[in-house]
T-cell receptor, first 115, second 112 residues
Framework: DAGVIQSPRHEVTEMGQEVTLRCKPI?????LFWYRQTMMRGLELLIY????????DSGMPEDRFSAKMPNASFSTLKIQPSEPRDSAVYFC?????????????FGSGTRLTVV | SQKIEQNSEALNIQEGKTATLTCNYT??????LQWYRQDPGRGPVFLLL?????KEKRKERLKVTFDTTLKQSLFHITASQPADSATYLC???????????FGSGTRLLVRP
C-alpha cells in the first residue's frame, strides 16, 4: 500500500478563494481524520469519519470549513472562502480500531498559504 | 481546563546518551497514550502505544512509561543517534471515542 495520499502538497491561494484538499486513506482503514498543524496551536483535530460517516466535527473552526467522505477511498476538506489565518499544514490520517497497536497513519500533508 | 504539556524547548544531547522526553496532562482520563515522531515536512509516524493498565512498554531502543497517578508519560531513547533528531509528539486516546489529542511536541537534537 502507498500509504495515505494527500494532494496537493502545496497550495497558495488568495484570500476569498475556495480551497479543496484531498485525501486517499489506506485501503481497509475505517477511520479517517483531518488535522491542522500550526506553530501556535500544534496538531488540532478538525473532524473524523468512521465508515464514511462524520462522527465528530467539533474541531471545525467555522462554517467556512466543510468535509466530505463520499466513499471509503476518498475524502475532501474544503475551505470557502479562505482567509490568511487558515494558513497551516493540513494532515489526513487513517486507522482502524482493531489495529490500535499500529496507531494512525498520516499523509505527508498539504501546506496551505492564503495571501 | 484540559491541557497536554510537552517541553517546548528543544532537548539537546550528546550521541550515545539517553534522551528523556516528558508528556504531562491535566483533566483528561486517557485509556491509552501514543508517541509519534515527526520529521520536517513530513507527517507524524507512530512509534509506541501504552495502555492505562501498563506501567512500561519497550521497543528496541525506545521505552515508554505511563503513570496515571502523576498524569505523566516519559519517553526514553537509549544510545541516542543523530538520526533520532526529530520532533516527538505524545497523544492521548479515549475509549469513549476513537480520536487522539496531541501535545505540541518536543524537538530532540542529538549531537554527533
Amino acid at each position: 500500500d502507498a500509504g495515505v495520499i494527500q494532494s496537493p502538497r502545496h497550495e497558495v491561494t488568495e484570500m476569498g478563494q475556495e480551497v479543496t484538499l484531498r485525501c486517499k486513506p489506506i485501503s481497509g482503514h475505517d477511520y479517517l481524520f483531518w488535522y491542522r498543524q500550526t506553530m501556535m496551536r500544534g496538531l488540532e483535530l478538525l473532524i473524523y469519519f468512521n465508515n464514511n460517516v462524520p462522527i465528530d466535527d467539533s474541531g471545525m473552526p467555522e462554517d467556512r470549513f466543510s468535509a466530505k467522505m463520499p466513499n471509503a477511498s476518498f475524502s475532501t476538506l474544503k475551505i470557502q472562502p479562505s482567509e490568511p489565518r487558515d494558513s497551516a499544514v493540513y494532515f489526513c490520517a487513517s486507522s482502524t480500531r482493531t489495529a490500535l497497536n499500529y496507531g494512525y497513519t498520516f499523509g505527508s500533508g498539504t501546506r496551505l498559504t492564503v495571501v | 481546563s484540559q491541557k497536554i504539556e510537552q517541553n517546548s524547548e528543544a532537548l539537546n544531547i550528546q550521541e550515545g546518551k539517553t534522551a528523556t522526553l516528558t508528556c504531562n496532562y491535566t483533566n483528561y482520563s486517557p485509556a491509552y497514550l501514543q508517541w509519534y515522531r515527526q520529521d520536517p515536512g513530513r507527517g507524524p509516524v507512530f512509534l509506541l502505544l501504552i495502555r492505562e493498565n501498563e506501567k512500561e512498554k519497550r521497543k528496541e531502543r525506545l521505552k515508554v512509561t505511563f503513570d496515571t497517578t502523576l498524569k505523566q508519560s516519559l519517553f526514553h531513547i537509549t544510545a541516542s543517534q543523530p538520526a533520532d533528531s526529530a520532533t516527538y509528539l505524545c497523544a492521548l486516546g479515549m475509549d469513549s471515542s476513537y480520536k487522539l489529542i496531541f501535545g505540541s511536541g518536543t524537538r530532540l537534537l542529538v549531537r554527533p
